[in-house]
């Protein structure tokens, strides 16, 4: 009874000024704008009826007529303004329609689009651009997304950074699952490209794209044990060394670090890496900050093209 009272009330509030704006206008189309029976549109006039302002004299209340089959108003007892939204109210579903809108991957971003629209000339200018600017973080962004593709079993394309290679890729995923651990979130998916099972950060998909088409997770293909984390680098990978700078002590956070030694100022930072040449762009640009210590066949590489890169600059 109380949801019913409830649902009834802004019906009540705004019966008044609709009328008023159409005299004359016959109970069934009156009940079809509000969506409900004739029979429960007439009980709301007999209430509105008994309404009005205190002191509850004859020529304070709320006069209808409603007899027939037409619907007017003939004394409106100071209800004649449809109701507002007060700046606040406005402001609060505005903030939460843009935020459906910034939502990737809503099945109907055109209806969010018309209701946002409703809304703001409803609250005839007080809400705005210059009011309010909704932007998602990008994980936020993601996540609905990921979350469709594997609840409809569809595949993705992703635009990602890979952190051991520095460099972006595209590459077509099938997904298993989204999980967290030590603080950040994974999509954990078979990836065409690689032929094998892969883990993504969030954070690193720089794009995604539910594509139309079943996913295809080979048969046998389980999620892997993370109990010993999520990473776990290839034992054939290159074990570089590395002594970096106070500058760039992040490496040992950004990146999987097999040990983190204090060296000085700085740190000595060992990693596994897939591809020396991350290693290289890394330390010709961190002017100094970022030295190899191990091997010794890329350092020498290194000291040899910081060599060719600086006779190149003195010789201009």
Not at 88 to 112: F, H, M, Q, S, Y
Not at 158 to 178: G, I, M
Not at 216 to 221: D, K, L, M, Q, Y
Not at 284 to 313: C, F, I, N, T
Request: charged residues 25%; hydrophobic residues 45%.
């Amino acid at each position: 009874m109380a949801g019913a009272n409830l649902e009834r009330l802004p019906r009540l509030l705004a019966l008044v000024p609709y009328l008023q704006a159409r005299p004359g206008i016959s109970v069934a189309d009156a009940a079809a704008d509000f969506n409900v029976t004739e029979a429960q549109l007439r009980k709301d006039l007999t209430l509105l009826w008994m309404c009005g302002l205190p002191g509850h004299g004859p020529g304070d209340l709320i006069d209808l007529s409603f007899e027939g089959e037409s619907v007017s108003v003939i004394f409106d007892a100071g209800m004649s303004r449809p109701l507002r939204l007060t700046a606040e109210e406005a402001l609060a579903l505005v903030v939460a329609l843009r935020t459906l809108a910034e939502t990737p991957g809503l099945a109907d971003t055109d209806a969010v689009q018309r209701a946002l629209a409703k809304v703001e000339r409803a609250a005839g200018g007080a809400v705005d651009d210059s009011t309010v600017a909704v932007e998602l973080d990008e994980i936020e962004r993601l996540q609905p997304l990921l979350q469709r593709s594997i609840d409809e079993g569809r595949a993705l394309r992703l635009k990602y950074y890979s952190a051991s290679r520095d460099e972006t890729s595209e590459r077509t995923v099938d997904p298993l699952r989204l999980f967290e651990a030590d603080g950040r979130d994974y999509l954990e998916a078979w990836c065409r490209q690689a032929e094998g099972l892969r883990v993504f950060r969030l954070d690193r998909i720089e794009d995604a794209t539910l594509l139309d088409e079943p996913a295809a997770v080979p048969e046998g293909v389980q999620p892997r044990d993370i109990a010993e984390g999520v990473y776990q680098p290839a034992s054939e990978h290159l074990l570089a060394m590395l002594r970096v700078g106070p500058a760039y002590a992040w490496v040992a956070d950004y990146y999987v670090a097999e040990d983190v030694v204090e060296d000085g100022a700085g740190l000595r930072v060992s990693l596994r890496v897939a591809d020396p040449a991350w290693v290289r762009t890394l330390v010709l640009g961190s002017a100094g900050q970022v030295e190899v210590l191990s091997p010794e066949w890329l350092a020498e590489d290194l000291r040899a093209e910081a060599g060719r890169a600086l006779a190149a600059y003195a010789g201009r």
